[in-house]
């Protein structure tokens, strides 16, 4: 496969007005008033100052507990060496992981992918191996992983280490169904594989099944490193508050790299978000409700004009196939931009796949009146 165009995610935001900022996968809603109020307060009490690498312990309990309550993973927040590290955002946690593990090594990727996932292990003399999902579910077929496994472990050059697993998926929001996950836990452990899993977008699961975290299968733990962040869930993306656990054998090697590239995360942000991630009942069940009409809203508007929505299971990003009438989704993108002063992003960012042409992302993470006239205005546009 011939890589395929790709545009800048970041240069096309600049292109539009943030009326028509369908590009950033950001969340732009309000920040809950607890946690303005808890920001507040800690910076009145001084904790302002240099936190240990780690975290600060009040946030490492919170999330030992969200990991038990959510995930069914039991982490011990006071364990030495760490289970749990806070970090700046899962980028801070994948920059770390990357330097630790995957230098001179091969991940496999599933495409559409994360383009930052690509970048950050390249940044780090590793290479990526592209596994394609297939048809209109995004179907992995195993046979074709396990194949691609056995021709890249023995390399001798860039030796396959890990595979990345990212549910939901950034751009397409697919949830990796449980036998999936089952599927590529057992390839895994059949070819004595690092699974790195990136749970960014866990709360936004709507599918019936919910959430399933690979690292909570059986095995799977032992030989998993878990990334997550609170930019997308907690609307707080320039925060840069994430976090990553897993056994200590495998997370205390992200603390010498991540101490040298960060030092630490923001420390009064840290005591802030301490202090109501766990006190807020039922937050995480009306996010999803919150979102699920974002995605209606959305949805609705392209489908009128002839996008093809994939069902997902998610809620954040819409992964569609743009109308008829339009040579690739690229062409499409400048249409919009320059006829409704909307943009989505165009396939092609996020794929090497010649079909990614004619598919576009839609992050719908805004307020609804915001959602609801950049949807007219692209309904407008196409009609």
């Known amino acids: 496969m011939s890589k395929k165009t790709s545009p800048d995610i970041r240069m096309v935001a600049r292109l539009i007005p943030p009326s028509g900022n369908l590009v950033q996968g950001q969340s732009e809603v309000d920040l809950h008033p607890a946690l303005a109020q808890a920001l507040s307060e800690v910076i009145a009490e001084g904790l302002n100052h240099y936190s240990f690498f780690e975290g600060v312990e009040p946030l490492r309990r919170a999330v030992a507990e969200k990991v038990r309550r959510f995930n069914k993973i039991e982490v011990d927040a006071e364990r030495v060496p760490y289970e749990i590290l806070i970090t700046p955002g899962a980028t801070g946690a994948l920059v770390a992981l ?10 496999i990727l599933f495409d559409p992918y994360y383009p930052y996932h690509r970048k950050i292990i390249e940044s780090f003399d590793g290479q990526v191996s592209i596994v394609p999902l297939h048809g209109d579910k995004l179907s992995l077929d195993v046979d074709e992983l396990r194949l691609r496994c056995s021709a890249l472990k023995s390399s001798p050059d860039y030796p396959l280490k890990a595979i990345l697993v990212c549910s939901p998926t950034n751009p397409t929001g697919k949830v990796f169904s449980r036998q999936e996950l089952t599927a590529i836990a057992e390839v895994c452990e059949e070819f004595d594989l690092l699974c790195v899993s990136d749970e960014v977008y866990e709360h936004f699961v709507i599918a ?88 209606q809203i959305l949805t609705e508007a392209v489908e009128s004009v002839g996008f093809k929505v994939y069902d997902s299971g998610s809620a954040f990003y819409l992964w569609a196939r743009i109308p008829d009438g339009f040579g690739t989704a690229e062409e499409l993108n400048t249409y919009l931009i320059e006829q409704a002063q909307v943009a989505g992003v165009p396939g092609t960012a996020f794929s090497e796949l010649s079909e990614a042409n004619h598919f576009m992302r839609f992050c719908f993470a805004r307020k609804d009146e915001m959602l609801r006239e950049a949807a007219s205005r692209i309904a407008t546009a196409l009609s």
């Open 98 to 107: 990357a330097a630790a593990y995957l230098a001179k090594r091969t991940t």
């Open 208 to 295: 019936p099944d919910g959430h399933v975290s690979i690292a909570s299968l059986e095995g799977m733990y032992e030989r998993t490193i878990t990334c997550n962040s609170f930019s997308k869930s907690w609307a707080v993306s320039g925060w840069r508050l994430g976090y990553v656990y897993g056994p200590g054998e495998l997370i205390h090697r992200l603390h010498a790299p991540g101490n040298v590239f960060y030092v630490c995360t923001p420390t009064p942000l840290q005591h802030a978000l301490a202090r109501v991630l766990m006190s807020a009942e039922g937050y995480y069940d009306e996010l999803r409700r919150s979102y699920t009409r974002k995605r």
